[in-house]
């Protein structure tokens, strides 16, 4: 990470998260829906800052943990365009929450070398 986005960051209220480990950051995640009056979390559908063959589903655990919904954002790069797509609430059923959400970004056209929406 640049010094430049650090700083951004960190005056936007960015908080950290030590990527080095696995455990617990869904809970420290949600936490801090407990512990300020307002949270936005902005997550890539990879989860990742690189391209992957499934999308992770930390978000959707820390929604269901905060019970919060999740707000799903598109955006058309060759359109300029940004659309809220679906509020969903999380449920217990993963694999169906998961199908909503890829159905929302299937026909949006990827943006650079990324492949865009699984197949799934």
Known sequence: MTDSFARLKNQRGGIPVDRSKAC??????????????????????????????????????????AGVPIVLATADYQRKELTY?????PGEDLAADMHRIYQCFANVPPAGIHSGCPDR
């Open 85 to 89: 797509s679906l509020i969903l609430h």
């Open 24 to 65: 617990g950051v869904v809970r420290q995640a949600a936490r801090q829906f407990v512990d300020h009056q307002r949270v936005i979390v902005v997550v890539t559908p990879e989860g990742t800052r690189s391209n992957a063959d499934r999308w992770k589903t930390g978000f959707h655990h820390i929604a269901r943990a």
